[in-house]
């Protein structure tokens, strides 16, 4: 999300930021309801451990 925040307000304004921040949360309960956990649990704990620093530099 923190990638995606410069763009969105400069193209679009704060008001579908917070619309995206929102919708973001929205889908993460949606996921919680649904009990999408189960599936990531097959994703391995050091590939997004290491990813995420990998993107960001």
Known sequence: ???LM?????EYGLD?????TML???IQVIF??????KVMKFIPRALPMFSIP???F
């Not at 410069?6 to 400069?10: D, N, R, Y």
């Open 32 to 37: 919680g309801v649904c009990k999408i956990a």
């Open 1 to 3: 999300m923190a990638l």
């Open 54 to 56: 990998n993107v960001l």
């Open 16 to 20: 579908y930021l917070l619309v995206a």
């Open 24 to 26: 973001t949360g929205v």
């Open 6 to 10: 410069v763009p969105l307000v400069k």
